[in-house]
Every structure is written in structure tokens, then in C-alpha cells.
């Protein structure tokens, strides 16, 4: 079936089987490689992307879902916000391997785009989705905390 999905702001007309998981359009058809697999069901997070501003995992999401809303991925994830979190994750070296972290940084983002002074409580909840393996858990909760002070 052939689906538009706006993906970081540009239409694209895509070719996929009803169901497709939306990771494997953005991955595979789009080359947008930023937004990785992790366990294919929706547990670690690694494959978060935001739909309408709101992260949600790629990998258990299909495809048809996403007609006519916005998907952002890692590679286009451009607010004020955004950039204070990703400067946050530089700044604290947070990543180790780095492999989940574009999912780490997707939802970090949605969290503050939401609650710009969340308490370690919040963050708990908000990124309890998302593991990483290499636990970096205390970096990422320092980052988070840095990029709030950073946007005020």
C-alpha cells in the first residue's frame, strides 16, 4: 500500500505492507538510520521517535498509523529544547556505547518539552522506557537536569 508520512517536516510516499512497523519504513526506505532496534517489542526504547510531539516506539507502531501526522526522528528533533539536551549529553559525556541513545534523547526531550523543571521522579517515569544497557542512568538524569537549567 502506498502511505505519505511526513517525517522531520517533508512528505514522503512510501510502499509498505499493512502492519510494517514504522522503524523499518524510517530505517529501510527513508536511510534515516539515527533511530535504532533494540528488542522489536516496545520495551528498551531505543527505537523512540515522536508522533505528533509525543515519543512513541517505532518498532510495535505500524506504519498506517502514522498517515497524516508527524513523525520526527533523532535526525530531525531541532527545538530549543532539543538542541539544550543533546548540548547536556556533550557536556556530561553521557553516552558509553551509545547505541540507545537517540531513544534516550527523543524521550528526554519530550519530557521537557512538557515539563521544563521535572523532578527525579518525573524523569524516572518518563524514561523508564528506555534502558541502557551500558547504565548510564545517572548521566542521563544529571543531563536531563543540566538542559532544564540551561532553557530556564
Not at 505519505?4 to 509498505?16: F, M, R
Not at 505500524?62 to 548540548?87: L, Y
Request: net charge negative; with cysteine.
Amino acid at each position: 500500500m502506498s502511505i505519505t508520512l511526513n517525517v522531520n517536516g517533508t512528505d514522503h510516499e512510501v510502499e509498505a505492507i499493512a502492519g510494517t512497523p514504522l522503524l523499518w519504513v524510517i530505517r529501510d526506505q527513508l536511510q534515516m538510520t539515527g533511530t535504532k532496534f533494540g528488542c522489536g517489542m516496545a520495551q528498551c526504547g531505543a527505537c523512540t521517535v515522536h508522533l505528533d510531539g509525543q515519543p512513541v516506539r517505532s518498532c510495535s507502531l505500524p506504519v498506517e498509523a502514522a498517515a497524516g501526522r508527524k513523525v520526527t526522528t533523532i535526525e530531525g528533533v531541532e527545538s530549543p529544547v532539543a538542541r539544550a539536551v543533546q548540548q547536556a549529553w556533550d557536556e556530561l559525556q553521557v553516552p558509553q556505547c551509545g547505541y540507545c541513545q537517540s531513544g534516550q534523547i527523543m524521550s528526554a526531550t519530550a519530557l521537557l518539552e512538557g515539563n521544563p523543571k521535572p523532578s527525579d521522579q518525573d524523569i524516572d517515569a518518563a524514561m523508564s522506557g528506555n534502558i541502557c544497557r551500558c547504565n548510564t542512568y545517572v548521566r542521563i538524569r544529571h543531563a536531563i537536569k543540566r538542559a532544564s537549567e540551561q532553557l530556564g
